[in-house]
């Protein structure tokens, strides 16, 4: 035999010995993926709107398009607050929206965005990843189709916007305030009419008199919507949602079928943008808050304390009825407030201690 022959038969025989034994085979390549994603923000909506859509890009581009991830904003596939069930049923593989939107489901799902006197973007970090906070979205989701992963921050959101001033929880009553989740719970226990309706609503609802008051998001969301047209009083700080965590919401039978490595990819896909978002509004709110104060007359205002003692009293009154619901919503709430009082009292001597002298001897 020639030495040439020899090279091409060994190297083809060497070929074959190798995939025979898995020594130096190549990697298959895993299938292509079609994923059919809704949301409950208008497209190109900032922060919100814009993060989806860039987890969306993220997702794809992560894996060079084999992740084929296909987008629709609010009402573009389905309605805003028909999401949820578009994923659990399987017509859709996932969602992002605001957990709190489904709580007519189950309360428990409102601490999984944010409720009353919760916790800021960092301590709802640490009881999602280590104080057992996955692991009951994990066991809430499951009973209805539904895997949870983190995928965005709006940190410490603002009280509202009003079209009259209000001094006293007295001022509140009556009015019809468009706010979800178990804030709009404890407006209810005020007097208050509690509205929800999706983010693309709330304008022509304002601007008529529909409502009398909304509160979104902060000052560089609520810039997109104009709030300023029709309500000229901005409160703060809002009790509702003091650090509001976005979700990304997967049908559990299609999740459980992917591979490990597949799964790893979406979580660090969706816990970037978990991280992104959160950057995003820190730096755009104070600039967009100050154009709103100097250049559309906004009144900038802070709740009174008798306001806010008020919103406390009907705040332990809605956890005391959300934990007679059920077992498991007894055991989130319980979770939730354990984690809460452990990484408050680290802040108040860290963070909180160190941001009041800060802006102390610089005038902040």
């Known amino acids: 035999m020639k030495r040439r022959d020899f090279v091409k038969t060994g190297a083809v025989g060497l070929g074959g010995i190798a995939l025979a034994s898995g020594v ?6 895993k299938s292509r993926l079609n994923i059919a994603m809704v949301s409950t923000w208008p497209r190109d909506f900032p922060g919100l709107g814009t993060g989806a859509q860039r987890f969306a890009k993220r997702l794809s581009d992560m894996t060079d398009g084999r992740m084929k991830v296909n987008y629709y904003a609010a009402n573009e596939r389905v309605k805003a607050f028909d999401s949820f069930d ?43 990843r280590f104080g057992g906070g996955q692991e009951l979205w994990d066991e809430l989701g499951a009973a209805y189709g539904v895997k949870g992963l983190m995928c ?13 001033e209000i001094n006293t929880a007295a001022d509140m009553k009556g009015l019809k305030f468009r706010m979800p989740g178990l804030g709009g719970d404890v407006l209810a226990k005020m007097g208050v009419s509690p509205v929800s309706i999706p983010g693309g609503q709330i304008y022509e609802n304002l601007i008529s008199g529909a409502i009398d008051a909304t509160e979104w998001v902060g000052p560089w969301n609520d810039t997109f919507f104009k709030f300023y047209e029709a309500a000229k009083y901005y409160y703060y700080p809002g009790m509702h949602e003091p650090g509001s965590m976005l979700g990304l919401g997967i049908n559990k039978k299609w999740w459980d079928k992917l591979s490990k490595s597949d799964q790893l990819i979406i979580e660090a896909a969706s816990s970037m943008e978990n991280d992104v978002m959160m950057a995003e509004f820190n730096s755009k709110n104070g600039a967009a808050l100050k154009k709103l104060v100097t250049e559309q007359g906004v009144k900038l205002r802070k709740f009174s304390d008798d306001i806010y003692d008020s919103f406390g009293e009907a705040a332990e009154e809605v956890f005391e009825e959300i934990q007679k619901h059920s077992p498991l919503a007894k055991r989130v709430h319980q979770s939730f407030v354990k984690s809460r009082a452990e990484t408050g009292a680290w802040a108040k001597i860290s963070d909180e201690a160190y941001l009041a002298q800060r802006n102390r001897v610089l005038g902040i």
């Open 152 to 164: 965005g921050n709006t940190g410490s959101q603002m009280g509202g916007w009003f079209r009259k």
């Open 86 to 128: 578009e994923v659990a049923s399987g017509n859709a593989q996932m969602y992002h929206a605001a957990e709190y939107y489904w709580k007519g489901k189950h309360p428990s799902f409102a601490y999984f965005t944010a409720v009353p006197f919760g916790m800021t973007v960092l301590e709802i970090n640490a009881w999602m």
């Open 24 to 29: 130096s085979a190549p990697v298959v390549a």
